[in-house]
T-cell receptor
Framework: NAGVMQNPRHLVRRRGQEARLRCSPM?????VYWYRQLPEEGLKFMVY????????ESGMPKERFSAEFPKEGPSILRIQQVVRGDSAAYFC????????????FGPGTRLTVT | KQEVTQIPAALSVPEGENLVLNCSFT??????LQWFRQDPGKGLTSLLL?????REQTSGRLNASLDKSSGRSTLYIAASQPGDSATYLC????????????FGKGTLLTVNP
């Protein structure tokens, strides 16, 4: 039973380009969460999605960031017109049910903006 | 707003020593608390999950305690080994969003052979 998969593991983008980060949840999990870990900072919640629905995007910057979890395929975190401050590790987690069910984390995508 | 603090930020111990990592949180109305391990450049591995109604959880050489009223948790590692070297993260679920994890910045543990 594969765990949470994220790709790419490392992504380098120049300022102004777009970054697309993908997350495939564990089999049977329909709840996906994205967290961001800035250098020297703790992980911070960004967004919570269920299939085809954004449930809570309160931690996501209002501009340039978007997330989706389509009926088929992985969840996508999209960052448009990246800036140096977007350089961070982005982690995806999934859970079987919502609420206080345990979240299982992927290996993360490390985004570097040059 | 929930805040999670971990002390110390870094800890270096000789192999075989027993050690305690500390975690404190400002909002005591939590659903549960979770300890994770993060290796350099890697993802998070869940170590222990303590529900708000529990006082402690044990797994092998690890024991985590929870004192909700005082807003504290400790992670006790017995007979430390070099393979335990990693960053240990504490995270809580609290408030109206019982799915949202709030993390501390972690304790970087180095166990020297």
């Amino acid at each position: 039973n594969a765990g949470v998969m994220q790709n790419p593991r490392h992504l380098v983008r120049r300022r102004g380009q777009e970054a697309r980060l993908r997350c495939s949840p564990m089999k049977g999990h329909s709840h996906v969460y994205w967290y961001r870990q800035l250098p020297e900072e703790g992980l911070k919640f960004m967004v919570y999605l269920q299939k085809e629905n954004i449930i809570d995007e309160s931690g996501m910057p209002k501009e340039r960031f978007s997330a989706e979890f389509p009926k088929e395929g992985p969840s996508i975190l999209r960052i448009q017109q990246v800036v140096r401050g977007d350089s961070a590790a982005y982690f995806c987690a999934s859970s079987l049910e919502t609420g206080s069910y345990e979240q299982y984390f992927g290996p993360g995508t490390r985004l570097t903006v040059t | 707003k929930q805040e999670v603090t971990q002390i110390p930020a870094a800890l270096s111990v000789p192999e075989g020593e027993n050690l305690v990592l500390n975690c404190s949180f400002t909002d005591s109305a939590i659903y549960n608390l979770q300890w994770f391990r993060q290796d350099p450049g890697k993802g998070l591995t869940s170590l222990l999950l303590i529900q708000s109604s529990q006082r402690e959880q044990t797994s092998g050489r690890l024991n985590a305690s929870l004192d909700k009223s005082s807003g504290r948790s400790t992670l006790y590692i017995a007979a430390s080994q070099p393979g335990d070297s990693a960053t240990y993260l504490c995270a809580v679920r609290a408030g109206g969003s019982n799915y949202k994890l709030t993390f501390g910045k972690g304790t970087l543990l180095t166990v020297n052979p």
